[in-house]
Nanobody, 116 residues
Framework: QVQLVESGGGLVQPGGSLRLSCVAS????????MGWYRQAPGKERELVAA???????NYKDSVKGRFTISRDNAKNTVYLQMNSLKPEDTAVYYC??????????WGQGTQVTVSS
C-alpha cells in the first residue's frame, strides 16, 4: 500500500523554525519528484517546494531563502526545513509527488501555526 505520513508541525512564534518529515511507504522517494504542499483555511492547496530525482529543487517565491527541501533515500523520507517563519506560513502541510508523477492519496498532513 502506497502511503505518505507527515509529521513535525506545531505552534511556533514568528521568526521560529520547524522541520517537517514525510515518510513514504510503497514508493521510493529516490525515483520520483516529490514536493511539499500547503493549504491554508479558505484557500486552495499550493505547492511550496519540490525536489527531483537528481536533487534539483524549486520553491514558491514567498518561501525562497527560508525553506529547504531535502530527502534521505535510505530512510525513504522527504524533509522541509522551515526557517524565519511568518504568520502567512500557517497552513496544513502535505507531501506528495510533483511534475506529472502519479499522485498518491493525500495523507493527513501536519498543522503548522505561526503566531505570537
Amino acid at each position: 500500500q502506497v502511503q505518505l505520513v507527515e509529521s513535525g508541525g506545531g505552534l511556533v512564534q514568528p521568526g521560529g523554525s520547524l522541520r517537517l518529515s514525510c515518510v513514504a511507504s510503497g514508493i521510493r522517494v529516490s525515483i520520483a519528484a516529490m514536493g511539499w504542499y500547503r493549504q491554508a483555511p479558505g484557500k486552495e492547496r499550493e505547492l511550496v517546494a519540490a525536489i527531483t530525482e537528481t536533487y534539483s529543487t524549486n520553491y514558491k517565491d514567498s518561501v525562497k531563502g527560508r525553506f529547504t527541501i531535502s530527502r534521505d533515500n535510505a530512510k525513504n523520507t522527504v524533509y522541509l526545513q522551515m526557517n524565519s517563519l511568518k504568520p502567512e506560513d500557517t497552513a496544513v502541510y502535505y507531501c506528495n509527488t510533483v511534475y506529472g508523477y502519479p499522485r498518491i492519496s493525500w495523507g493527513q498532513g501536519t498543522q503548522v501555526t505561526v503566531s505570537s
